[in-house]
């Protein structure tokens, strides 16, 4: 939630001087049936202080008229797992899942034994905070290759109506990107937390 210009200096290729710059990757995970599965690899940069997208996942079985199964979807997630770890020479070490997606949960840890799941936490007002202090920091950076994610920024908003009334309910459109991305973020929150330049950051901020 913010201006296109903010979204628009977030966007840097990851590069292979980057990847030696990290330590682990990590992914966030959005499940849906007819909506959009999508997963966002990111790794924390130690050297340039920030956290850097890596590339994603992306598929919509409404876009495409196709449904695909749990299992389909574990068996691309080992695919992609696989081809982000050989790439970068870094292994995943947490995945951070819609927690009502048990499904493929279970199908993921079937098929990838060496992954810790973790249930996301959905704390919607909060992870959409802290990833707005992380970007306004310039400590979040997206890869052109997560283009639905950046596609996602740009329309990503506030419900206007209940906003007049104080309210801050995010539209239930074009966000599975930006929930697998606010999964990670407040996944990863206690290691990444201390990348802002401000001292004392509280962890309900």
């Avoid at 977030?10 to 330590?23: I, L, N, R, S």
């Avoid at 050989?86 to 949960?105: C, H």
């Avoid at 973020?185 to 206690?190: D, V």
Wanted: glycine share 6%.
């Amino acid at each position: 939630v913010g201006s296109e210009d903010v979204y628009k200096r977030q966007v840097q290729e990851c590069t292979k001087e980057h990847y030696k710059q990290m330590k682990n990757l990590y992914i966030g995970v959005d499940y849906g049936q007819m909506n959009a599965t999508t997963y966002e690899a990111f790794g924390i940069d130690y050297k340039d202080i920030c956290v850097r997208g890596v590339d994603e996942y992306y598929y919509s079985g409404r876009d495409t008229g196709k449904q695909k199964s749990p299992s389909d979807y574990a068996k691309e997630f080992k695919e992609f797992k696989e081809k982000i770890e050989e790439e970068t020479g870094l292994k995943v070490l947490y995945v951070f899942i819609d927690p009502s997606a048990k499904g493929l949960q279970e199908e993921i840890k079937r098929i990838c034994p060496d992954v810790v799941i973790k249930d996301a936490k959905n704390d919607v007002a909060l992870g959409i905070s802290r990833t707005q202090k992380m970007l306004s920091f310039r400590r979040l950076f997206i890869s052109p290759r997560q283009k639905h994610l950046k596609e996602e920024m740009y329309m990503y908003g506030y419900d206007a109506d209940l906003l007049e009334k104080g309210k801050e309910v995010p539209v239930k459109q074009h966000d599975h990107c930006e929930d697998a991305t606010r999964y990670l973020i407040m996944g990863i929150w206690k290691f990444i937390k201390i990348l802002l330049p401000m001292l004392g950051v509280d962890d309900n901020d």
